[in-house]
């Protein structure tokens, strides 16, 4: 199997005045296609920090992230963003879709990006949408669908552009059990079907035991998690 996503000594400080609060120092991290990471560790341990910085999202105050074999230190802004677009896809606690746009159009909204025509861009934003369940919803906005459905659209955009690595950061912590369960399963299984790597942060032991590694985020290093 082939890396698709590497930290490499990677150190977050954050200055507030005179105060340095250092994040992690040093922190290391590989993940081979097709494989699904859970980041665990208490709140403010650098969780989201921490994908943040491997979407290149937020820059390190040293040490490099590799994305599909390209160093993001070395990119510019533009060429940065290309590479995400291109090669990572992000789904968040909250589905950040665009309330003006409906289901259809928000996941072609990758695409479009990208530069493709709105022909093209449509049948594999379709295609999706029926994978995930809600091929019926294609012309309902967000406000019209329920909580499971809008994560379903967001696991549906995250996955559009065929990216090499899904970022989550507790994509199923703003939902009901049910509607939570529903959207994991939905990720391993399309997981499992495309062989996109996925790396997800959570506070759901049980939901992280389900996948491949788990890590704990602590004292600014990764480790491997010693189930309870």
Request: with cysteine; charged share 25%.
């Amino acid at each position: 199997m082939s890396t698709v996503l590497e930290a490499r000594g990677l150190a977050k400080t954050y200055r507030e005045g005179r105060l340095d609060t250092p994040v992690f120092d040093g922190l290391d991290l590989a993940v081979q296609r097709g494989e699904t990471v859970a980041i665990i560790g208490a709140s403010g341990a650098g969780k989201s920090t921490l994908l943040h910085l491997l979407g290149g999202l937020d820059t390190p105050t040293a040490g490099d992230v590799v994305v599909d074999g390209q160093p993001m230190a070395k990119l510019d802004d533009a060429a940065r963003g290309r590479l995400r677009n291109r090669a990572l896809g992000f789904i968040y606690q909250f589905h950040h879709l665009l309330p003006e746009f409906t289901a259809l159009e928000n996941v072609m909204l990758p695409l479009l990006v990208r530069g493709e025509s709105p022909r093209a861009a449509e049948a594999p934003a379709r295609a999706l949408l029926e994978a995930v369940g809600i091929g019926h919803r294609l012309a309902h906005k967000p406000g019209e669908l329920s909580g499971g459905e809008r994560q379903r659209c967001a696991v549906a955009r995250a996955l559009v552009t065929q990216p090499a690595a899904v970022l989550g950061d507790e994509p199923t912590g703003n939902l009901d059990e049910h509607s939570a369960a529903v959207v994991f399963e939905l990720l391993l299984s399309l997981n499992r079907a495309r062989g996109t790597a996925l790396v997800m942060v959570t506070h759901d032991r049980r939901l992280a035991r389900r996948l491949d590694r788990v890590l704990e985020l602590k004292a600014g290093r990764l480790q491997p998690w010693a189930s309870d």
